[in-house]
C-alpha cells in the first residue's frame, strides 16, 4: 500500500525535528539493548499523525462503538503493561475481511473487522500485542532510520538535495508497516505479544490459537496468502510462541 502524503511537508518536518532533536541513546526493555535514536518520540508522534490522517483518507474505518469499545478495552489493558508507555496508544478498526493488523509509529493501532469478528478476547489480546510489541521495540522507527540515516549521508556526501530519496525512504517504512516487518522483528514481536498479553491477565495460549486460525483462514482463502507469505512460516511462529508461552507461565 502507497499512501500519498503531503511529502514535502513531511520531509521538512522530520528534517527539522532530526536537526533539533540530535540522537539519544536509550535502554530498550523490548529489545534488552541500549540502541540510539535520532527520531524521537515526538518526531515519531508527528510521524504518526501524519500516517493516520492518510489511513482516515485511504481506508474504511469502523464507527461501531460496540466492537471499537470491545477492541479499546483489551489495547489500553496490553498497552499498560508493556515496555513502552511514552506513547499514546489508539486503537482503530479497519472495515477488512482479510485476517490483518497493524501498528504505526506513535503508537495508532489498526485492526480488521474480520478478524476481530474471528478472534476470542484471548486471541485479540495477542494479536494487539504484538502490535504494542512493534511500537515498544520502535520496529518502525528503525527502519526509517536506517532508510533516513543512508539517504542523508549519501546526499550531503554528493552536495545534492536528497529529497526525493528521503521521500522514499517514508514510503518504504508505510509498505514495511502495513505488509510486515523482517522475520527477526516479526518474532520479537511475537514473544512480546505472549509476554504482554500474558501480564495484562489474557491467556497467552491465544497467540497459537489465533495462529491456528490464521492457518485454516489461509487454506481456505487466497486473501491471506499475501500475509502468510511475507511472515515467517507460520508452524515456526506457533512452535517459537509455544516455547515462549512456556518460559512466561
Ligand atoms: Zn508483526
Known amino acids: 500500500m502507497f499512501f500519498k502524503v503531503k511529502k514535502i511537508m513531511l520531509f521538512v518536518l522530520i528534517f527539522v525535528l532530526i536537526l533539533l532533536g540530535g540522537c539519544t541513546t536509550i535502554y530498550n526493555p ?4 541500549k540502541e540510539s535514536f535520532f527520531i ?21 474505518l469502523s464507527g461501531d462503538p460496540m466492537v471499537l469499545e470491545r477492541l479499546e478495552k483489551i489495547g489500553k489493558r496490553v498497552a499498560a503493561v508493556s515496555d513502552r508507555t511514552d506513547v499514546s496508544y489508539s ?14 509509529p506513535g503508537g495508532g493501532i489498526y485492526v480488521n473487522s474480520g478478524l ?19 511500537i515498544a521495540a520502535r520496529h518502525s522507527v528503525k527502519r526509517l532510520q536506517a532508510a533516513l540515516g543512508y539517504q542523508l549521508l549519501s546526499s550531503i556526501a554528493l552536495g545534492v538535495s536528497g529529497e526525493d530519496k528521503v521521500l522514499q525512504a517514508v514510503d518504504v517504512v508505510f509498505g514495511v508497516v502495513t505488509l510486515g516487518y523482517s522475520r527477526k522483528d516479526e518474532y520479537l514481536a511475537d514473544r512480546l505479544g505472549v509476554k504482554y498479553s500474558k501480564l495484562a491477565g489474557f491467556n497467552p495460549q491465544g497467540m497459537v490459537t489465533f495462529f491456528q486460525k490464521l492457518k485454516q483462514e489461509g487454506k481456505s482463502s487466497s486473501f491471506n496468502l499475501v500475509f ?14 509455544g516455547k515462549e508461552i512456556a518460559l512466561v507461565r
Open 116 to 134: 476481530l469478528l474471528a478472534a476470542n478476547d484471548d486471541e485479540l489480546a495477542a494479536v494487539v500485542a504484538h502490535e504494542v510489541g512493534h
Open 91 to 104: 486503537f482503530n478498526v479497519v472495515e477488512e475481511k482479510e485476517f490483518n493488523a497493524f501498528a504505526i
Open 228 to 241: 502468510l507469505s511475507s511472515h515467517p512460516p507460520i508452524d515456526e511462529r506457533i512452535k517459537e510462541a
Open 30 to 33: 523490548a529489545t534488552g539493548r
Open 40 to 60: 524521537d518520540t515526538k518526531t515519531e508522534a508527528v510521524l504518526g499523525k501524519d500516517m493516520a490522517k492518510e489511513i482516515d483518507r485511504e481506508m474504511k
